[in-house]
């Protein structure tokens, strides 16, 4: 305390540590709000321009995939998740099929969102619903081995839950199954 | 510092920030602690009932800063309880 620095120095550094202490406590009384899970609905509306598509390499080789866009509804409520500690959530859409023939299993996300919290918590039960009418998937579903004809797809609904101080989770919400058309429209 | 030198302007506003009394000392080390957690304890209280972290962080750097401004630097406030000096003896020791 002699110097200015020195008290400068002691100031400073005491109050970074009683903000590590109260992020911890504010993280270890999140725990006692709810945090439950919320209720999701997902229908696909239709799945557009479902084509076998080919493109040329500038050197001269040929690929080609299938290749679908779809339209879907979502609606979900959120409020189970909300406590003080949350600050953002990231809804994605995940399309999971797989081969028949080969085996083996693939991913696709075709549509993420970014949701923030709202600020006031007295409007928590009515800004917590998400209701997306028509919606067109941002990223197409690709398959490289064009098995997607008469395919049984699934709809994965998952979140992932950002708070403030703590660990990043991810959370499967829901699960829906869609059977691919026969043929290419 | 001996007799004739003199200080630059900077300088010399450092060394009256920096010197303070002994008694000032004792009492700015205890009480900036006990600001601090009052503020921190009080605020988090009011935000956990309020689900607003920000509100506590907010007041706690706040009241830090404002005790950086009034406790760090030596104010005359901080300089009442001088210690006796002896007169200083410039002629050499024998």
Known sequence: M?????????????????LVVLSLLNQGTAYFFKTGKPTVDLKILSADKFHHYKATYYNGGV??????????????????????????LFLYVNVHHEHQ???????CVIYDKIISRPDDPSTWSNSSKLVLKNQRAEYPLKDIHKQLRNATVNFEVWIEVMPYVGYIRREK????????????? | MAEG????????????????????QLFVK??????ILTVAI??????????????????????????????????????????????????KQK
């Open chain 1, 63 to 88: 690929t080609d995939w299938d290749q679908v866009t779809f339209k879907f509804s979502l609606e979900a409520d959120f409020e189970p998740v909300y406590n003080w500690n949350l600050k953002q």
């Open chain 2, 42 to 91: 009080i605020s988090f209280i009011i935000a956990f009932f309020l689900e607003r972290f920000s509100v506590c962080v907010y007041s706690t750097i706040g009241a830090s800063v404002l005790c950086i401004l009034v406790l760090a630097p030596a104010w005359p406030m901080w300089k009442k309880n001088q210690p006796n000096w002896q007169q200083a003896n410039w002629q």
């Open chain 2, 5 to 24: 030198q003199s200080d630059t302007f900077w300088k010399s506003l450092y060394i009256y920030f920096n010197e303070m009394d002994f008694e000032s």
């Open chain 2, 30 to 35: 205890r009480i900036y602690k006990i600001v």
């Open chain 1, 101 to 107: 023939e080969k085996g083996f299993q693939s991913d």
């Open chain 1, 2 to 18: 002699y110097s200015i620095t020195a008290r400068f120095n002691q100031i400073v550094f005491f109050t970074s540590w009683t």
């Open chain 1, 173 to 185: 919400l829901g699960d829906f199954q869609y059977q691919m058309p026969q043929q290419y429209n």
